[in-house]
């Protein structure tokens, strides 16, 4: 199988035939099994990276229910493995990676458009219906708790706008609303909603670095900062196309205790493969953009498996006395 096959199929049906099995095998307990049928489907076709993948998900239970180090090091090697045959990291094997301590945490552009382009046909039913998901509500909100808020803004732009949801929430309060993805199937259903005026497919630091500098009044991101380790370059992106006094308005997950040793500004990686920001990184990022925190209160981000998920509602401003470059 060449490096550049669909990650959908090994091109070997024993193989596939073998890693659906290995995949019923976890999902049922069977971290044994998993991988006994993970090296099958390894054997017959040795560059499959999903196979390696699922091999490292496998190894990872069996360390976490018997505490084996050589079950950590297999682990580790079938997730880099994995990582090796997909440059682009599409299916996310750094991640796990990462997660076990085993490098940088980054969830790469190639992953995330991938998941949700996958996602996106029930993204809006499942955010909503299943995972109880209110960030944009909470962001319109919040803006109104901040003093001499204006009931309008002249340019908004809705980051990581997804389906459009927030664009939906804030059309009514702005007079041109653009909108930016890394996922053409959501921009695809973000179309079709009509209250964007202008979108565009992309990372969010690229589009922020090519936009005017000075150019917007209201900036907005709900559930999406979520997928970055570090919030300096995309708030330092923000801080330069915000006119001064403008807002950021977004929502963050709210990190456990740092265990022994960890930096307090450290972003952390959860076992839901989201990244959570404690305070200080959050005041570090947006000092460091010229922006100054003007709201922060808690607020349950979203659920799930029945369980409130704790964050945090931030609204920044652009500091009055920084001149943006154009």
Known sequence: MSQHASQHSSGDLLADRRYVYAEACLAEGDAVGAAEMAEQAIERAPRYAPAWLLLGRARESLHAATGAEEQLRAALDAFETAR????????????????????????????????????????????????????????????????????????????????????????????????????????????????????????????????????????????????????????????????????????????????????????????????AHPDAHLETAARGAGLATALRIPAAIRRERGRDVPGRVIVLRKNTSCVNEH
């Open 84 to 275: 090796g045959l997909d440059p682009e990291d599409r299916i996310g094997a750094g991640l796990h990676r990462a997660r076990l301590g085993g490098g940088d945490a980054a969830l790469s552009s190639a992953y995330v458009r991938a998941l949700f382009d996958g996602y996106a046909g029930r993204f809006e039913r499942h955010l909503v219906e299943g995972l109880g998901y209110r960030g944009p509500a909470l962001l319109r909100q919040a803006l109104d708790a901040v003093p001499d808020t204006p009931a309008r803004f002249a340019v908004v732009l809705d980051l990581g706008c997804g389906t459009g949801l927030m664009g939906a929430a804030i059309r009514d309060r702005a007079g041109h609303l653009g909108g930016v993805d890394l996922s053409p199937a959501m921009l695809r259903l973000a179309r079709a909603k009509g209250c964007y005026d202008r979108l565009a497919e992309g990372d969010l630091v690229p589009f922020l670095a090519g936009e005017p500098g000075a150019s917007a009044d209201l900036c907005l991101a709900a559930d999406v900062f979520i997928y970055f380790a570090d919030l300096g370059p995309v708030l330092a992106g923000i801080g330069r196309v915000l006119r001064p006094g403008g807002l950021a308005a977004f929502t963050v997950q709210s990190p456990d205790e740092a265990a022994a040793g960890d930096p307090v500004d450290a972003a952390r990686l959860g076992a839901d493969g989201r990244f």
